[in-house]
């Protein structure tokens, strides 16, 4: 009886709200997501608190936090949502054969060669899947990741350590992109040095290539103040082509723009160029569609092929 309790106690829309809680850091703002009162919230997480006779969340100053058994209901919400997802997507399978749908978040920077490789040879093979792709910060990315929205990413730049599973591949080194006409175009490298006296284009904050140009550089003592920055790297690589500034791409992603003659890639004289870092990244556990997989797989073993093929 005690054991019926408790489980007539952990309803659907009690957990739910408990993980937007802890999506959200608190409970205003979780209310604020999902268009309901707080005090609604409020009340139904400690209803839930009641029936199992444990806290669930914790008061730090203005903020709340999850207690532990709170993290094991969440992880439970979170494990339910995966499977209704994939349930749904399988049984869609099933009915449309190969057809269905998959979602990735790609960094804007890496859209293009997605699009020539990956993308093109997963088309072939199933040409009835839906794919939707969207570029966004990463913090952002692997929130939808974990609330089951997104299936699979392409980063690049510093990743920290994130609940998600993640394989990365070396895309150094970082360049410095001018036109065949820029007077620095006929150099086989570029130092920092040189390029603090230069305009230069500057990627939003949350970019991960300007997280290492401003590693770079602070490493060296540097602060140079861009000429722009923008939060589009067609903006960007359209400024460099123009002669206006000096933008950055890796060799591997400016390729097809060095191929056609647009642009020139000068790596750039640091260590961190050459060690610059993409991830393929999903969430860990999770079970995917046979397209989501297929897609992943071949990703990875493009990424892998890159890779290997710049040493």
Not at 70 to 88: C, D, F, V
Not at 121 to 148: C, K, W
Not at 170 to 198: K, M, W
Not at 227 to 252: E, K, V
Request: hydrophobic share 40%; net charge positive.
């Amino acid at each position: 009886m005690v054991q019926q309790r408790i489980d007539q106690g952990i309803t659907e829309h009690r957990l739910a709200y408990l993980y937007e809680v802890a999506m959200q850091g608190g409970v205003r703002a979780a209310a604020e997501s999902v268009g309901v009162n707080p005090s609604a919230i409020s009340r139904q997480i400690a209803l839930l608190e009641r029936h199992l006779q444990i806290p669930l969340l914790e008061k730090q100053g203005r903020n709340v936090t999850v207690t532990q058994a709170g993290k094991l209901l969440i992880e439970h919400h979170r494990e339910m949502l995966y499977r209704r997802r994939q349930l749904a997507e399988t049984l869609q399978d099933m009915r449309h054969l190969r057809r269905g749908s998959v979602s990735l978040r790609v960094g804007q920077g890496m859209i293009s060669e997605f699009v020539e490789g990956p993308l093109q040879q997963f088309s072939a093979d199933y040409p009835d899947v839906f794919v939707d792709i969207h570029s966004g910060n990463m913090s952002e990315t692997i929130n939808m990741m974990l609330r089951g929205k997104v299936d699979m990413a392409i980063s690049f730049g510093p990743l920290g350590d994130p609940p998600v599973m993640v394989r990365s591949f070396n895309r150094g080194p970082i360049c410095a992109i001018v036109p065949p006409h820029h007077a620095l175009a006929g150099l086989e490298a570029i130092t920092l040095e040189t390029l603090a006296s230069q305009r230069l284009i500057f990627m939003a904050e949350q970019f991960g290539i300007q997280q290492y140009i401003n590693e770079m550089f602070s490493s060296q003592h540097l602060a140079p103040l861009p000429a722009y920055q923008c939060n589009h790297f067609s903006t960007a690589i359209t400024l460099a082509i123009s002669g206006l500034g000096i933008a950055f791409m890796t060799r591997q992603s400016a390729r097809p723009l060095v191929d056609r003659g647009d642009i020139v890639a000068i790596p750039v004289e640091h260590s961190l160029s050459h060690t610059a870092t993409c991830h393929l990244i999903r969430s860990q556990g999770r079970r995917f569609t046979p397209a989501a997989e297929h897609l992943w797989k071949v990703l990875a073993s493009s990424m892998q092929s890159q890779s290997a093929g710049k040493r």
